[in-house]
Structures are given as structure tokens and as C-alpha cells.
């Protein structure tokens, strides 16, 4: 099959709208999760990682004036600006052309635009912006994609799922390029449900430790330009080595207890990338720092042999942005691949899991070659995706 190369790369979270930001951010150890006292969202005060509504304006509204010259901002929904400027700022590089029909779209979303149940937008929104496919034809409108996107929702591990989907599309030669985009919002609705299950820390969540209370959630948007085409023979690229899904079957919303269903995923992603557990320099694990899934997670590191290997969550910095989490985590843990820099696990200080586990507690130099991505999701579905220099 094709190798399947990442030419370029963009993260919107709380802490920037630029992957250099997001990663500047992770250098300094800016945590952005803050305690948000508002009413359209949430009756009390909840802890929540939110994108800066200001800047989001200002970027909005210069890639609109590239692409749309003639649409009125304001006939855009807060998770379409998100995406179209994440997919503005990766596109930048002029190496992929949207409306070249050998490049796919693909967009991975949980909710999308969730928010337009409420009735401050009832009024301002057509009741089928609601549909994710509606969602996509907007995208793919705006940037003149030639072929319709195709989208996934497959709970929390929808971003990665969308990486691999768009990597078998390129590697069976059916595309020469794709351009992988997810986000989610925060919304009255998201947040509404997980503090029903009572999964919402009332602080900063921290990811593997013994004093973890649960998740942080946090808006997010990430977009990776995929390509059979390295951008440059004469340097080093990260390549999509391989990756595997599966579905434990536990719980509606729980994970499995043993692990054992997402270890079977990692020794699947390793048998396609041709590695074995000592091959794998860093783990950008799934770490929602709820009781449950950070525990089946330790238990499926160490039973694929990985106990060794460095390991932190992203989620402590910007919180859990759910359709965005698999493409906003793999683009960070891509740049540490590329900087050969590991970023501490924000959040963690005591070990509270029973697997063993080498969580990254300080930001440290180090010499990377490949990294292993984890993902878990409501259903109990798993996934993993590898990454390596070449």
C-alpha cells in the first residue's frame, strides 16, 4: 500500500489558533480550562476550556474574505468558523488544492452544531443546520471541495477513526490527498449530559492521577493535510504507520474493566506498522481523568507492553473536546515527534491507576521516532493510530 504522509497541520483550542500557539502554550505549562459562569451555557459556574469568541471573529473573518468575499459572517455558525479557519490555516502551505477531485474532505464531529437547539438561535439558523451532513455541504461549499465529504461520528474516538478512514482511502489509491478536519463546541446540551452522569470535575481535570474527580470539557478544532506525496524527500516526515477500532460492547457509557479490547487495537496498529512495543518512543494516551477510563487505559498499556513508554494526556491543558480530541491530540503529539520534546502531563502528581504506567511529569528533551495515539469512546469503542518518522 501507499505510504500516507501529514503535510501540514492546524490546532484551535483555548490556548491558541495555530499549532505554534497551542504548542508555545504547552511549553509555558498554560493550562486553559477556567471556571465560566455562564447562564446560556450552564446555570452555575463549571469548569470549561473555551475558544476566545474575539479572535475566532477576526480569523473568521479573514478567511472569509479570501474565500467568500460575498457571504455575510453572520450566516455562519460558531463550530463552521472553527472549522473553516482551521482548514484556512492548514491550507495555507498551497500544496493542496480543495477543488482538485483527487482530494478528499473529511469531518469528524460529535454533536456539530448542537448549539442550534437552543432558542437564543432558533430564529437566526434553519432547523437543518442540525444535520452533520448539512454541516459538511457548508465546508465544502466555502472552500470549493469538488467531492462531498464524508463525515464521522463515532463518539470520543471520531478524530482518529477520521485520520485512519482518510489514510485507507489514499493508500487503496482512490485520493491523492485528504484534508481531515474535526471539531465540537461547548454547548448547554454537552454540557447538560455529562454532569448527568456527574463526570464533570469541579476543577481542572487531572488524567492518571490518584485524586482525579473527572473530565474537563473544552471546545476545540483540528485539521490535518494528509498526502501519498512528501512535501520534501530531502526531510524527515511523519507518516501514518497504522491504526485499528474496535467496540468492547461493556456499557453504554462505561468502558471495559480489563483493557483488554483496547490492547488487542495497539498489537493491531503495531502487526500494520510492522513495530513492536519497544519500536514506540511516546504515547499521546486518551486521559479524560474520569475513574473508569483512565483505569481500563493503564491496564491496556500495560498488557500491549508499553508500561515503559512514556505517556501523558493532553486533556489537562485544554479539556476534552470529543470529535476534535483524536485530531487536536495527534497534530501536538506530532509536533513533540517533530521537536523531539515531551510535554508534561498537566494535571497528573500522584499515580492513582493500577496499571503500571510512565506518565510524563515535566517537559523533557527527548529522542522520538514514532508515537502511539489512544482513544476510547462512549458504546465502548476503542482505536489507535501510530505515527512515525521517516
Same mark, same amino acid.
Request: hydrophobic content about 40%; charged content about 15%.
Given at each position: 500500500?501507499?505510504?500516507v504522509?501529514i503535510?501540514?497541520?492546524? %490546532?484551535?483550542?483555548?490556548?491558541?489558533?495555530?499549532?505554534?500557539?497551542?504548542?508555545?502554550?504547552?511549553?509555558?505549562?498554560?493550562?486553559? %480550562?477556567?471556571?465560566?459562569?455562564?447562564?446560556d451555557?450552564?446555570?452555575?459556574?463549571?469548569?470549561l476550556?473555551?475558544?476566545?469568541?474575539?479572535?475566532?471573529?477576526e480569523?473568521?473573518?479573514?478567511?472569509?474574505?479570501?474565500?467568500q468575499?460575498?457571504?455575510?459572517?453572520?450566516?455562519?455558525?460558531?463550530?463552521?468558523?472553527?472549522?473553516? =479557519?482551521?482548514?484556512?490555516?492548514?491550507?495555507k502551505t498551497g500544496l493542496?488544492?480543495?477543488?482538485?477531485?483527487?482530494?478528499?474532505?473529511?469531518?469528524?464531529?460529535t454533536?456539530?452544531?448542537?448549539?442550534?437547539?437552543?432558542?437564543?438561535?432558533?430564529?437566526?439558523?434553519?432547523?437543518?443546520?442540525?444535520?452533520?451532513w448539512?454541516?459538511g455541504?457548508?465546508?465544502q461549499?466555502f472552500?470549493?471541495?469538488?467531492?462531498?465529504?464524508? @463525515?464521522?461520528s463515532?463518539?470520543?474516538?471520531?478524530?482518529?477513526?477520521?485520520?485512519?478512514t482518510?489514510?485507507?482511502?489514499?493508500?487503496? !489509491?482512490?485520493?491523492?490527498?485528504?484534508?481531515?478536519?474535526g471539531?465540537?463546541?461547548?454547548?448547554?446540551?454537552? @454540557?447538560? !449530559?455529562?454532569?448527568?452522569?456527574?463526570?464533570?470535575?469541579?476543577?481542572?481535570?487531572?488524567?492518571f492521577?490518584?485524586?482525579?474527580?473527572?473530565?474537563?470539557?473544552?471546545?476545540?478544532?483540528?485539521?490535518?493535510?494528509?498526502s501519498?506525496?512528501?512535501?520534501?524527500?530531502e526531510?524527515s516526515s511523519?507518516? =501514518?504507520?497504522?491504526?485499528?477500532?474496535?467496540?468492547? &460492547?461493556?456499557? @453504554? /457509557?462505561?468502558?471495559?474493566?480489563?483493557g483488554?479490547?483496547?490492547?488487542?487495537?495497539?498489537?493491531?496498529?503495531?502487526?500494520?506498522?510492522?513495530?513492536?512495543?519497544?519500536?514506540?518512543?511516546?504515547?499521546?494516551a486518551?486521559?479524560?481523568?474520569?475513574?473508569?477510563?483512565?483505569e481500563?487505559?493503564?491496564?491496556?498499556?500495560?498488557?500491549?507492553?508499553?508500561?515503559?513508554?512514556? =505517556?501523558?494526556?493532553?486533556?489537562?491543558?485544554?479539556?476534552?473536546?470529543?470529535?476534535?480530541?483524536?485530531l487536536?491530540?495527534?497534530?501536538?503529539?506530532?509536533?513533540?515527534?517533530?521537536?523531539?520534546?515531551?510535554?508534561? /502531563?498537566a494535571?497528573?502528581?500522584?499515580?492513582?491507576? /493500577?496499571?503500571?504506567?510512565?506518565?510524563i511529569?515535566?517537559n523533557?528533551?527527548?529522542?522520538?521516532?514514532?508515537?502511539?495515539k489512544?482513544?476510547?469512546?462512549?458504546?465502548?469503542?476503542? &482505536?489507535?493510530?501510530?505515527?512515525?518518522?521517516?
Amino acid at each position: 500500500m501507499k505510504p500516507v504522509y501529514i503535510l501540514s497541520d492546524n %490546532i484551535i483550542t483555548s490556548l491558541g489558533f495555530s499549532t505554534a500557539e497551542n504548542t508555545a502554550a504547552l511549553d509555558r505549562g498554560t493550562i486553559g %480550562i477556567k471556571t465560566i459562569n455562564e447562564q446560556d451555557l450552564y446555570p452555575g459556574p463549571v469548569q470549561l476550556s473555551l475558544i476566545d469568541t474575539v479572535r475566532l471573529t477576526e480569523k473568521f473573518s479573514e478567511a472569509l474574505a479570501i474565500h467568500q468575499k460575498t457571504l455575510p459572517a453572520g450566516s455562519f455558525t460558531r463550530l463552521e468558523k472553527m472549522f473553516i =479557519v482551521s482548514i484556512h490555516d492548514a491550507l495555507k502551505t498551497g500544496l493542496v488544492q480543495p477543488e482538485n477531485p483527487r482530494t478528499l474532505l473529511v469531518i469528524s464531529t460529535t454533536k456539530g452544531n448542537i448549539d442550534l437547539l437552543e432558542n437564543r438561535y432558533k430564529a437566526v439558523f434553519s432547523h437543518k443546520r442540525l444535520y452533520l451532513w448539512e454541516l459538511g455541504r457548508i465546508i465544502q461549499n466555502f472552500f470549493g471541495f469538488a467531492e462531498t465529504p464524508l @463525515i464521522i461520528s463515532n463518539a470520543c474516538i471520531s478524530g482518529v477513526v477520521a485520520i485512519m478512514t482518510a489514510t485507507r482511502f489514499l493508500q487503496a !489509491g482512490l485520493y491523492d490527498q485528504a484534508v481531515v478536519t474535526g471539531g465540537d463546541i461547548a454547548s448547554e446540551f454537552v @454540557i447538560s !449530559g455529562f454532569q448527568s452522569f456527574q463526570a464533570i470535575s469541579p476543577n481542572p481535570c487531572k488524567p492518571f492521577d490518584l485524586n482525579r474527580t473527572g473530565l474537563s470539557l473544552g471546545e476545540g478544532c483540528g485539521t490535518m493535510v494528509l498526502s501519498t506525496t512528501r512535501e520534501m524527500e530531502e526531510t524527515s516526515s511523519i507518516r =501514518v504507520a497504522g491504526g485499528a477500532t474496535s467496540n468492547d &460492547a461493556n456499557h @453504554i /457509557s462505561g468502558p471495559s474493566r480489563t483493557g483488554e479490547e483496547l490492547g488487542a487495537v495497539i498489537n493491531q496498529t503495531f502487526r500494520q506498522a510492522g513495530l513492536t512495543p519497544l519500536d514506540i518512543s511516546y504515547i499521546s494516551a486518551h486521559g479524560t481523568a474520569t475513574p473508569f477510563n483512565d483505569e481500563m487505559e493503564s491496564k491496556a498499556i500495560e498488557f500491549s507492553g508499553l508500561s515503559h513508554v512514556p =505517556v501523558n494526556s493532553f486533556k489537562g491543558y485544554w479539556g476534552h473536546t470529543l470529535g476534535a480530541a483524536g485530531l487536536v491530540e495527534s497534530v501536538a503529539a506530532i509536533s513533540s515527534l517533530r521537536t523531539n520534546l515531551l510535554y508534561r /502531563s498537566a494535571g497528573f502528581e500522584t499515580p492513582g491507576v /493500577s496499571g503500571t504506567m510512565n506518565v510524563i511529569n515535566v517537559n523533557q528533551p527527548v529522542r522520538l521516532t514514532s508515537c502511539l495515539k489512544t482513544a476510547s469512546g462512549f458504546g465502548g469503542c476503542n &482505536a489507535a493510530i501510530l505515527y512515525q518518522k521517516v
